[in-house]
């Protein structure tokens, strides 16, 4: 299951039935989970933690030192959920004692050819990163979010659940559930109904989000009233429950 060609620290924790082609290399602090498929060409390194059912592709380079000046080889980690597609080229660096000192992937996401996860970063998920998308660092990816080709999030932001960003978009503001962010800088476009329909969303459930983005973004009223107003159709649309929980815990401010 392991090709002659790969090279594999002694120390590395690699299930049994782990598959790993020629001439990658794994670090000694790497845990590699059962059912992982690893092709050709693939380095693993840092502290990093892998778990079942993964496939990487080759020229994936995987919890390397973070991009980060202020990184003096102190030891961080990368931890990786289950079911995960991260396509060739695909850079995820771990950690920095800046964050928490680690850097998060959820399950069942599809990181494309040559997107970018940076340090500290934190991926829910069922995401997709298409092909050449970034994060910076310290970035916060909701659940079932897509991020378009050649799109880029700037540090310390915030994606929410179900949002969609366009190809070639730059979020430098958090990104509330559901919407759909359009330009650079990204600016709100609609919401995510294709999205949300495709995810089982009921059409009065739709409905209720866009009425939500509406109030949020088209009604003229300012922030503070519009949140009021959001706040009583929360009490009776769990759906909207999320839209009104990430706007409070924005720290950039919101896409507008």
């Excluded at 310290?138 to 190809?167: P, R, W, Y």
Aim: charged letters at 20%; glycine letters at 10%.
């Amino acid at each position: 299951m392991i090709d002659a060609r790969a090279v594999i620290s002694p120390q590395a924790e690699i299930a049994a039935d782990v598959e790993i082609g020629p001439y990658s290399v794994i670090g000694a602090d790497v845990v590699i989970g059962a059912g992982t498929w690893i092709g050709p060409h693939v380095v693993i390194g840092g502290h990093t933690r892998i778990g079942a059912g993964n496939k990487i592709f080759q020229f994936a380079s995987l919890g390397e030192a973070p991009q980060d000046k202020k990184y003096k080889g102190e030891p961080t980690r990368l931890q990786i959920g289950d079911r995960n597609v991260i396509r060739e080229s695909v850079t995820i660096n771990r950690g920095t004692i800046h964050g928490d000192g680690v850097t998060r992937i959820g399950d069942d996401n599809l990181f494309m050819a040559y997107s970018h996860v940076a340090h500290d970063c934190r991926v829910g998920n069922q995401i997709v990163m298409s092909n050449v998308a970034t994060l910076g660092g310290h970035v916060e990816i909701g659940d079932f979010a897509i991020l378009g080709g050649l799109s880029a999030v700037h540090q310390f932001t915030k994606v929410g659940v179900h949002c969609f960003i366009a190809n070639n978009a730059a979020v430098t503001r958090d990104v509330p559930p559901y919407v759909m962010a359009v330009g650079q800088p990204a600016k709100p476009h609609s919401i995510n109904a294709v999205g949300l329909r495709r995810r089982g969303f009921t059409d009065e459930q739709v409905l209720n989000v866009r009425r939500a983005y509406r109030m949020l973004y088209r009604s003229g009223l300012k922030l503070k009233v519009a949140m009021e107003q959001l706040e009583i159709a929360a009490a009776t649309q769990p759906e909207i429950r999320a839209f009104v929980d990430f706007i409070k815990r924005s720290s950039r401010s919101i896409v507008r």
